[in-house]
């Protein structure tokens, strides 16, 4: 079976750099897509899922402990960006401040920004930092796909509800938006969000060549 395009693109992510501020990030040309979401929302195993590697963006037990902003560059113009998680992260008020602060900055003004990819934990969406990042992509109509991670923790019927509430909530988002539902155990979803991925990176789609066909009667059988 051939690999999505976008499969193959994302299979060669490989480290550039880590930024802490706006300062710091690669130089501000070609594409980016960047990847946000609380800090229990399996943000890393998504990431590692949809890139297929397993070790690409790290994974803790430490809630949190990622407060930088990791880029990976797919190609010499597109990169992925893993931005720092928030929510159960153990530090001080005045550090969680600076994140928010230095966020802030790459969001509003890395001009080579072309989407964002937002994770959801499927049992506990919409919580307060999902909604700064759902408010920040209306107010800069800014394109955001939405994944609600571990659907595999409820049944297909659960997760479908779950899936049709939040896109009744969002129905009137007026920024481009798209959501779906999403497993990092089971891959489920992936071909979805390697689709909408595509889009976001203007990565076209592989296309069939065509078949020539012959004018010319077919032989006869022998």
Request: glycine share 6%; proline share 6%.
């Amino acid at each position: 079976m051939a690999l999505h395009p976008m499969e193959r693109l994302l299979h060669s992510a490989a480290f550039l750099k880590s930024a802490q501020n706006i300062h710091q990030c690669p130089p501000d040309e070609g594409m980016e897509v960047a990847f946000a979401g609380r800090s229990n929302a399996g943000k890393s195993s998504a990431i590692n899922r949809l890139c297929t590697q397993k070790t690409l963006a790290r994974t803790s037990k430490t809630p949190g402990r990622t407060q930088l902003l990791n880029f990976f560059a797919l190609d010499e113009t597109r990169r992925l960006v893993d931005l720092p998680g928030y929510g159960y992260a153990k530090v001080n008020k005045a550090l969680k401040n600076q994140w928010q602060k230095d966020m802030d900055g790459y969001l509003a003004e890395r001009k080579c920004l072309a989407g964002l990819v937002l994770m959801m934990d499927i049992r506990h969406p919409l919580k307060d930092f999902d909604q700064l990042i759902i408010e920040w992509s209306a107010a800069a109509n800014m394109p955001l796909h939405i994944l609600l991670t571990k659907a595999d923790k409820l049944t297909y019927g659960a997760a479908t509800s779950i899936l049709l509430k939040t896109r009744q909530t969002l129905k009137n988002h007026p920024a481009p938006l798209s959501l779906q539902l999403f497993s990092a155990t089971s891959g489920r979803g992936a071909e979805e969000a390697w689709d909408r991925l595509g889009e976001l990176f203007e990565f076209p789609p592989e296309v069939e060549p065509e078949v020539e066909i012959s004018e010319e009667p077919p032989a006869d059988s022998v």
